[in-house]
């Protein structure tokens, strides 16, 4: 079954930077896209961006634009999302997630209800 596993976060101050990791496991295609959440108390699960391993083009949201980076690296089925200049509004719980894979899409996904396995959550304090 497809796992997955996430580490990297932590506090950190305003301006400064935190890469997280996304291992994966249990993949039974080879064309899966890997998406990134946030979610914080109160507010629904927030679409940061996403990766589709096969061809490595990315999608961000219009808050991370710019600051924050997806990269994969498929010999170790991990992908990390590089996060610079953050702000206090970043603060959430980040999860990793991947879709089913069985099939090729013509767009990166950016719902949270388009993918299929989720990581437990690691938590992003921003704050000074």
């Known amino acids: 079954q497809v796992q997955l596993v996430e580490s990297g976060g932590g506090l950190v101050q305003p301006g400064g930077s935190l890469r997280l990791s996304c291992a994966a496991s249990?993949?039974?295609?080879?064309?899966?896209?890997i998406g990134w959440f946030r979610q914080v108390a109160g507010k629904e699960r927030e679409f940061v961006g996403a990766?589709?391993?096969?061809?490595?083009?990315?999608q961000y949201a219009d808050s991370v634009k710019g600051r924050f980076i997806i990269s994969r690296d498929n010999a170790k089925n991990t992908v990390y999302l590089q996060m610079n200049s953050l702000k206090p509004e970043d603060s959430a719980v980040y999860y990793c997630?991947?879709?089913?894979?069985?099939?090729?899409?013509?767009?990166?996904?950016?719902?949270?209800?388009?993918?299929?396995?989720w990581g437990q959550g690691t938590q992003v304090t921003v704050s000074s």
């Open positions: 249990g993949f039974t295609s080879d064309n899966h896209a």
């Open positions: 997630a991947a879709d089913y894979g069985g099939l090729t899409r013509i767009r990166i996904p950016t719902m949270s209800r388009e993918y299929d396995y």
């Open positions: 990766i589709m391993l096969s061809r490595g083009n990315t």
